[in-house]
């Protein structure tokens, strides 16, 4: 690299305005298992005398096959969930049980509330938890600060002189990266709305429903609970997840 394109180089590291951050893929993976011959069905199936059933087809990970976002810090379960009774039922309630949480994890269908909810595990039991898939782990922020610092520290004198000159189409550049970002991410929440579930969800005899639920990262899930209402009673689906027990955690994790 010559030393005017490493100069360039630093310059837009330092100012992080050569290209806005975008998480949003070019091609989200459609919701049906069945649209994308990439992803694994495992069709697992439970269901309740009154003819109310929860298929999970597949769930999708942080930069796994089939995620749609980069970094994602929620997990998707692809669910179809259907009613085969004679009685209208009204779904009222996702959630995941894990032994490594104080509470069940419920589905949202909001970004930011499941980035938040994440966060919170993730400082909670981070001594067990990943942050990522079953096995990824992420580098601490810690090493990025020291090396911008470090960077920072010994070109500061180099580029100085063109700095000033760069100040006007740097800032326009800032705020056409900010502006992408945000649509970015305006895009990221429509498609989660497009895809999850919308509770509470009513569903006629005979009708059956095939969409996303968000959870937050849940380490170690062993089993969905589906809580839904019939005839005026409340009643609950659970389905275990034994081939899950090592989502989300270290190799010597243990509860």
């Not at 004198?157 to 800032?171: H, K, N, R, Y």
């Not at 579930?197 to 059956?208: D, I, N, R």
Request: aromatic share 6%; proline share 7%.
């Amino acid at each position: 690299m010559s030393r005017s394109r490493w100069t360039l180089f630093l310059v837009c590291t330092l100012l992080q305005a050569c290209g806005p951050q975008l998480r949003m893929r070019q091609e989200p993976a459609v919701a049906l298992p069945a649209g994308n011959q990439a992803l694994a069905d495992y069709h697992w199936l439970v269901a309740a005398p009154d003819g109310v059933s929860v298929t999970l087809h597949t769930v999708l990970v942080r930069d796994s096959q089939g995620s749609w976002v980069r970094d994602a810090d929620w997990d998707e379960y692809i669910l179809t969930v259907a009613n085969a009774g004679p009685a209208l039922v009204t779904l009222d309630r996702l959630q995941l049980d894990s032994n490594y949480l104080p509470a069940p994890a419920t589905s949202s269908i909001s970004r930011q509330q499941l980035e938040e909810r994440s966060r919170d595990t993730k400082k909670n039991i981070r001594d067990t938890a990943v942050v990522a898939g079953s096995g990824a782990v992420v580098v601490g922020a810690t090493a990025a600060v020291a090396t911008a610092s470090y960077a920072g520290a010994v070109i500061a004198p180099a580029v100085g002189f063109i700095l000033l000159p760069m100040v006007g189409s740097e800032w326009r550049a800032t705020a056409l990266r900010r502006n992408r970002e945000h649509q970015d991410s305006s895009l990221i929440q429509l498609t989660i709305l497009e895809r999850g579930f919308h509770l509470p969800l009513s569903l006629a005899p005979g009708v059956e429903a095939t969409r996303s639920a968000f959870f937050p990262l849940t380490p170690a899930p062993n089993r969905l609970v589906v809580a839904y209402h019939s005839n005026g009673e409340l009643h609950t689906l659970e389905l275990p997840l034994p081939a899950l027990a090592g989502l989300h955690l270290k190799s010597t994790g243990t509860p």
